[in-house]
């Protein structure tokens, strides 16, 4: 199985190489081999590269920026989706490569693989019947969890902590309020704080929602900035075919 990274070499988008830089360097880190494949110098890069990303994974405007990645003929994903999978320790998975052992990765495939048979929960008898890995006290295994004694005993508590209620005085009622009528001031500082912290957060979330729209311009630049250098790119091509017929 063969990795396949398409990338534009003469791209003048900086986010663009950011990107292809990422993920090149993220594959060789790993030791994984990959084959470049450039779209720009090369129009049947390009043009296999469009036909064989899947409709739903194209933006909006049906060209797929760089860089794509491909496993085999099988589509991986594009940046975004490879950043997920490497914040999440999943690149193995989502290059449809088998984790090397040893690497986080396959330790959480292991672990899911327990969950999912149950063996952390089951062990095998000298029988080999399944039985549960919970010790049991050996008292509630021979029905003695609770004696004479300790039903006694848990019935004596009950009765002692009925008589502590019932000799609170009217002294001790008036201490409790008085202590409720000097904790009103605490309370009215607490309503401050959370109007203070509720300002904050209508301020980070503006300042989010900045950030965001500000990601969006930019992510629409790039993609003008691309399709600008496609059609160029094929203005070009186009210009070297009526040459040539001119010249025949």
């Known amino acids: 199985m063969v990795i396949k990274v398409f990338l534009a070499s003469s791209s003048g988008s900086t986010a663009i190489k950011k990107k292809q830089q990422d993920v090149v360097g993220f594959l060789e880190a790993l030791k994984v081999d990959y084959t470049q494949l450039d779209i720009a110098c090369n129009e049947e890069n390009r043009m296999w590269m469009r036909q064989n990303v899947p409709e739903e994974k194209k933006p909006t405007n049906g060209i797929p920026l760089p860089p794509q990645i491909f496993n085999e003929e099988n589509y991986c994903g594009d940046y975004d989706t490879f950043f997920d999978a490497k914040e999440d320790n999943s690149v193995y998975a989502f290059l449809g ?3 090397p052992p040893g690497s986080k990765e396959a330790e959480q495939a292991d672990k899911v693989h327990i969950v999912e048979n149950g063996n952390h929960a089951e062990e095998t008898n000298a029988e080999g019947n399944l039985v549960d890995s919970i010790e049991v006290p050996v008292e509630e295994r021979n029905g003695h969890a609770h004696g004479e004694e300790e039903l006694q005993q848990a019935a004596d508590d009950e009765e002692a902590e009925g008589g502590e209620e019932e000799e609170v005085t009217e002294g001790e009622t008036a201490d409790a309020e008085e202590t409720a ?9 607490d309503v401050e704080t959370v109007e203070e912290t509720e300002d904050i957060q209508a301020r980070v979330e503006e300042e989010e929602g900045q950030e965001e729209a500000d990601d969006d311009r930019e992510e629409e630049a790039l993609q003008s900035e691309e399709e600008e250098e496609l059609r160029q790119l094929e203005d070009e091509e186009e210009a070297e075919v009526q040459e040539e017929e001119e010249a025949e």
């Open 97 to 99: 490569l088998p984790p």
């Open 181 to 189: 009528g000097d904790e009103a001031p605490a309370e009215e500082e």
